[in-house]
């Protein structure tokens, strides 16, 4: 399965209907919330890194398709 900031946008607005609707408990929607803010530092340090490659060498590095979805 791959993560895009839509899919992940999306999971996040779930788990709050979930833990309002108490289907999950608060222990639960850290745990997603934790997983979410891991993939977002992924994707933050892979666009940094691209950019500084890119920069540094003159090279085009693929964009994260965390931040572009294919269509």
């Not at 839509?6 to 608060?26: P, Y």
């Amino acid at each position: 399965m791959t993560v895009t900031a839509e899919s992940l946008r999306k999971t996040l607005n779930e788990t709050i209907e979930k833990l309002l609707a108490g289907d999950i408990d608060v222990a639960q929607a850290n745990a997603v919330g934790n997983l979410a803010a891991k993939i977002t530092d992924t994707a933050k340090a892979e666009v940094y890194a691209a950019k500084t490659y890119s920069d540094m060498c003159a090279i085009d590095i693929p964009k994260s398709k965390f931040l572009i979805e294919e269509k």
